[in-house]
């Protein structure tokens, strides 16, 4: 009996072990299982955050985008063209049959003034007309500006004593300097034409080569300082070419022969008129 007794409180104790063990086992799954709950809660808070960021990010940047878009459409709509009947004119400071240097084309006569219509706008204009090239020109009046007076005496001495000083020539390439002159002429400068002429002058020298776009740009400002100075002093064209001729040094010996042959042609008319 004492042998069964002991088997009994053997028994017991095994099965509370057992119980118990089972307790605390269970407490310490429930325990962990919570914790990974815990932990996959604070997973996903973190990705939503994540996630919520990288949509805040994408939607500024398409906000930016639709606001460049609004910009460039705003920038490409065609501003509104509203038709203008009657173009603004400005007070006429030329009278008809007045000379006046057009950059362009030189020296020119205001024939008449008259109102044109052009694209169904009326314009008060200028009409030039260019002996030389036997050519019309128009200029409105409100572009007037770009027409300037004929020198005056004291602008053309001037002019003579550019003629007569030393030429400037530049050591740069003969492109660079081609167009230089060519701004030069085209300014409607008449000193500036004065420096081109006497810069691009060879004189009666033979032995210097001088290139086709150079006398090109010699003649060219040559003939428009001519026509100038022509009206001015109110001389023939040949006195006005021996003129700048003399200051340039130029034909000095074709003027000389022309000269000598002028004294004989009067002398003989003398010597007849005395028979």
Known sequence: ???NSKMKKINLKNILKKTFNKKSAKKNGTKTKKKTKLKLKKKKVKIVKTVKKIKKKENSKSDVKLQHLKISKINDQKPEIKKVKIQETEKKLFKVKDYVVYPKHGVGQITEF???G?????VEAYILKFEKDKANGMIPVNKQSHLRPLATINQVNKCVSILK????????????RAQEYEAKISSGKIYELAEVVRDLNKGD???????????QLFEKAYDRLLNEFQIVLGFNLEDTQKKL????KRNLEVQAKKIVEQK???SEEQSQITK
Request: aromatic letters at 4%; a positive charge.
């Open 1 to 3: 009996m004492a042998i």
């Open 114 to 116: 008259k109102k044109i």
């Open 118 to 122: 052009i694209g169904g706008i009326s």
């Open 165 to 176: 000083s030393k030429p400037k020539i530049k050591r740069s390439m003969w492109s660079r």
């Open 205 to 215: 020298d033979m032995m210097i080569d001088q290139s086709y776009s150079e006398r």
């Open 245 to 248: 001729d003399k200051a340039l």
């Open 264 to 266: 004989e042609i009067v």
